[in-house]
Structure formats: C-alpha cells, structure tokens
C-alpha cells in the first residue's frame, strides 16, 4: 500500500496567502464584505484568511449540523458548536471559508443556515482543499489547493492555531461507514 500523501505546512501557507490576494484583488474595498467560516475545519483558516485581507472585516462561524442532509444516518457531531454571526448578513458581500470541498452537502447545508440569517448580495466560497467528487453542483471561488482522491480516500486538514510550523493536509484511507 502506499504512503498516504501529505503536503507541508509552507505550502499551506502559500495556499492561503493566494486565497487572501484573490480575495483582496477581487474586493478592493472591503466595506460590504464579511467571512463565516464553516464549523469546524473551516474556522481557522477563516481566521487566517481575514487577518490577511484586513483584520477589520466582520467574521463569523457557521454551524451546518443541524441542516445536513444526511443527520438521520449520521449523529450531531460531538463537536458541535453554535452558529456566532454577530452582524446582519443582509446586503453584504459572504464569503463562506471551509477547509475541504468534496461533495458539496456541506456546503448545502451551510447555505441554509446562511439564509436563515438574512439575505446576503452575494455569497462566494473559499476552499483550502478541492478534492473532486462532487455530488452537487458546486464550485469554489478561491481555491488554494486542488487534488484527485479516490472515493475511498480522505483528505484530512490540520490547521494548528498556536503552532502554524504543525499546519499539514494527508490523504489517508477512509474509515469504513457502520
């Protein structure tokens, strides 16, 4: 079996520094934007990727658990945590940041709740990782990093807020589903 892929944090600071410059290029100013990131793996980089565009640009977190398609098949994860978007989202410019884009229930799911929040002008998507295999008609905005997995793979994003130098991304194999 081979190893399982793993790219380096360099390289995912990279990736973030163009997620922030395409941000930046596209909205020069920066009035009517806002970023939510997506609980859980899409909070850091949300963070990360705001304080490159400008650290005075609202943020939020946005939790989909409760939205998901598949919550009959599948428990509210332990780590679930509430959705915190301490300004109206009507009218502004969101752009959702999550770690990993696969089959776009996720991000489904996060427009939903998006939308119980007001009504943006426009929503964007912001993705660390493009990993293919969608089964919804998504596409990202900025992307930092695209990849081909298989569908017994899984992409696996570490983003350490205390030790960057620790950020990683591997493709391992998917634990089997119960």
């Given at each position: 079996?081979?190893?399982?892929?793993?790219?380096?944090?360099?390289?995912?600071?990279?990736?973030?520094?163009?997620?922030?410059?395409?941000?930046?290029?596209?909205?020069?100013?920066?009035?009517n934007l806002?970023?939510?990131?997506?609980?859980?793996?899409?909070?850091?980089?949300?963070?990360?990727?705001?304080?490159?565009?400008?650290?005075?640009?609202?943020?939020?977190?946005?939790?989909?658990?409760?939205?998901?398609?598949?919550?009959?098949?599948?428990?509210?994860?332990?780590?679930?945590?509430?959705?915190?978007?301490?300004?109206?989202?009507?009218?502004?410019?969101?752009?959702?940041?999550?770690?990993?884009?696969?089959?776009?229930?996720?991000?489904?799911?996060?427009?939903?709740?998006?939308?119980?929040?007001?009504?943006?002008?426009?929503?964007?998507?912001?993705?660390?990782?493009?990993?293919?295999?969608?089964?919804?008609?998504?596409?990202?905005?900025?992307?930092g990093i695209?990849?081909?997995?298989k569908p017994?793979?899984?992409?696996?994003?570490?983003?350490?807020?205390?030790?960057?130098?620790?950020?990683?991304?591997?493709?391992?194999?998917?634990?089997?589903?119960?």
């Amino acid at each position: 079996m081979p190893a399982p892929l793993t790219l380096d944090a360099p390289r995912l600071h990279a990736a973030i520094a163009e997620i922030a410059s395409a941000i930046q290029a596209r909205h020069g100013d920066h009035s009517n934007l806002c970023l939510i990131g997506i609980a859980n793996g899409g909070l850091e980089l949300n963070r990360r990727i705001a304080a490159a565009v400008d650290p005075k640009i609202p943020t939020g977190e946005l939790d989909t658990s409760f939205y998901r398609d598949d919550i009959g098949r599948n428990p509210i994860p332990k780590e679930s945590r509430p959705t915190i978007i301490p300004f109206d989202v009507t009218g502004k410019v969101v752009i959702l940041v999550d770690d990993v884009l696969h089959s776009g229930r996720t991000l489904n799911a996060a427009l939903n709740e998006l939308f119980d929040h007001g009504r943006p002008a426009a929503v964007e998507l912001a993705i660390l990782i493009d990993r293919g295999g969608r089964k919804l008609p998504f596409s990202a905005d900025y992307c930092g990093i695209r990849l081909e997995t298989k569908p017994g793979q899984k992409v696996v994003v570490t983003l350490d807020a205390h030790a960057p130098s620790h950020d990683s991304v591997s493709i391992t194999k998917a634990s089997p589903k119960p």
